[in-house]
């Protein structure tokens, strides 16, 4: 079965290799030949940004400036697209998916998480915009020029978006790029869901309910979401599945409950597929993209209807990028 998938990091892998050829990665959790084995229909491909200290983990002496870390990332992927044009394409758009899909290709969509290199500046935002990113995750895990991150302190997490941000988030809708709130405050998340005048995601996030991680989604915030007609990419991560956040585990039958939690709180078009692929760690029943069919399979198992199924593995995000990207 097809599936577009709304986060992965594993561009962040190649990076210091701008030549790196993504057809095999034995290391990575996604690669090209894995998605075409697995029947990717289109992966979202992060340009996460390297938080301090994380430059030694790639084995790199010095800090990375951002716009020199987006400018290689963005290098490695569009030269993948010309070496690879037979299997995959890149994506803007609803209109080039589906032209791709008719020619046989997958399509890459091109993301940053941590909108902080934008710094204040529109013209920055539209440069990405240029630059073909079509989804900012806003924050990350630190205060921005957008607004406030998750976290363990209420006073944090109670905080809004900035006036940048604000003004941000209404350019965002007017150019056509998907505003994620992933890694946002929860306050952040309000303020999104009263401006957003289209669709905006929570690309790799889960149910609070069932993993008190702060990362993950409040039923309040599913049931928004749901009626913004937006869509949760379910993460793959241990820490955002299990109810025990340092449980290492990641299992298909997790993946299905926080499923089912979406769409009782949120109704089936709530949710959809936000792997964290090469961001996350752990015992991993899933650990790779050629093995997502496993999850297809146990969702059958549990009753989850195929017409069910189809919308929760591509046909909902696909309705997003069809309403909110230009």
């Known amino acids: 079965m097809k599936f577009i998938d709304m986060h992965c990091d594993t561009l962040m892998t190649t990076f210091g290799h701008p030549d790196t050829d993504m057809m095999h990665l034995p290391k990575a959790m ?17 340009m996460f940004l390297l938080p ?11 800090p990375v400036d951002d716009d020199d870390y987006i400018n290689q990332l963005h290098h490695t992927l569009m ?4 070496q690879h044009s037979d299997i995959i394409a890149f994506a803007k758009n609803a209109d080039d998916l589906e032209q791709n899909e008719k020619a046989g290709k997958m399509s890459a969509f091109l993301t940053i998480e941590d909108g902080r290199s934008v710094n204040g500046s529109m013209e920055k935002l539209e440069h990405y915009y240029n ?18 991150p998750n976290s363990k302190d209420p006073a944090v997490m109670s905080q ?26 929860d306050g952040g998340f309000m303020d999104v869901a009263k401006l957003c005048t289209k669709p905006f ?15 993950n989604m409040t039923d309040e915030m599913i049931k928004i979401l749901g ?36 769409i009782d709180i949120g109704g089936t078009e709530c949710v959809g597929l936000g792997s964290d692929f090469d961001g996350i760690a ?33 046909k909902n995000t696909l309705r997003v990028i069809r309403e909110s990207m230009k």
């Open 30 to 46: 996604v690669d090209l030949a894995r998605m075409k084995e697995g029947g990717q229909l289109a992966q979202f491909f992060a």
């Open 160 to 185: 809004g978006l900035t006036d940048f941000g604000k003004e941000a988030v209404v350019r965002m809708n007017e150019l056509g790029m998907l505003v994620d709130v992933s890694h946002l405050s």
């Open 79 to 82: 030269h993948n697209i010309e």
């Open 52 to 62: 301090a200290g994380a430059e030694k983990m790639l084995g790199l002496s010095e």
């Open 227 to 262: 009626e913004k007609g937006g869509v949760a990419g379910i993460n793959f991560g241990p820490e955002f599945l299990n109810e025990d956040v340092e449980c290492k585990d990641s299992t298909a039958a997790l993946m299905v409950k926080h499923i089912k939690h979406f």
């Open 131 to 148: 630059m073909g990113v079509r989804l900012i995750s806003l924050t990350w895990n630190f205060p921005n020029c957008f607004g406030s």
């Open 282 to 314: 752990g015992n991993m029943e899933i650990g790779s993209c050629d093995k997502m069919p496993i999850l297809f399979d146990l969702l059958h198992k549990e009753g989850i209807s195929d017409d069910q199924i189809e919308k929760i593995v591509w």
């Open 201 to 215: 995601v929570a690309s790799h996030s889960n149910c609070r309910a069932l993993s008190p991680h702060q990362r």
